[in-house]
């Protein structure tokens, strides 16, 4: 499915533009997000001593760090085929920082960075998988330490999160925004549910 002058680290070559939204989003696998992204390591955090995943296949269930498109519930509800939208808790990482690759976010090293996004707690090997595929061969599973943004407990967990692993020099250091890009995308029930929260969360504080 991918262009292999991409697996190759080609330069100079964007991710194309992703397919339409799928017409049933509420089916449990949806094409949508199989295919949206299927175009074209020392972590700040040195307790983990684990290398990547190197065989996405063999995904590991437990807490996950999400940023970009990912930070979406109902993206990951379509992945993941689940019933309902997940819930997460607000997350940063260090060590890491974010670029862009085409219109995609891309998690590289960035010592004392910090990368905001959310964390979720993947209940099997066969989940972590789905999101693997999602995220392509151009991200690997990467270890991370975790730390949670709210006041529960508890307060930071040790867990994965999905680091590129293509040419440097495709990136740009322009900054991802989710809701524009949810909207490019024609997923207006997603924006609206995200606003709904925001104004929810701003209203209680």
Not at 76 to 101: H, S, T
Not at 172 to 197: N, P, Q
Request: glycine share 6%.
């Amino acid at each position: 499915m991918s262009d292999p002058n991409l697996k190759n680290g080609a330069a100079g070559m964007p991710p194309p533009p992703p397919p339409p939204p799928p017409e049933n989003p509420s089916s449990k696998v949806s094409e949508y997000v199989l295919k949206l992204r299927t175009a074209p390591p020392d972590v700040f955090f040195q307790a983990t001593n684990l290398p990547p995943v190197a065989d996405p296949s063999k995904a590991p269930s437990g807490v996950y760090f999400f940023y970009g498109t990912l930070t979406d519930p109902s993206m990951v509800r379509e992945i993941l085929g689940l019933e309902d939208d997940p819930d997460f808790r607000p997350a940063y990482i260090k060590g890491f920082k974010c670029k862009l690759w085409g219109q995609y976010p891309a998690l590289v090293d960035g010592p004392d960075a910090v990368v905001e996004g959310a964390a979720y707690h993947v209940q099997t090997g066969a989940h972590g998988a789905k999101l693997a595929a999602y995220e392509t061969n151009h991200y690997c599973i990467t270890p991370c330490h975790i730390h949670y943004s709210d006041e529960m407990k508890p307060t930071d967990d040790l867990g994965y999160t999905f680091k590129y692993q293509g040419n440097l020099k495709d990136l740009s250091d322009d900054i991802f925004d989710l809701m524009t890009w949810l909207r490019r995308m024609g997923r207006y029930a997603a924006v609206e549910k995200l606003e709904s929260k925001k104004d929810h969360a701003n209203y209680t504080q």
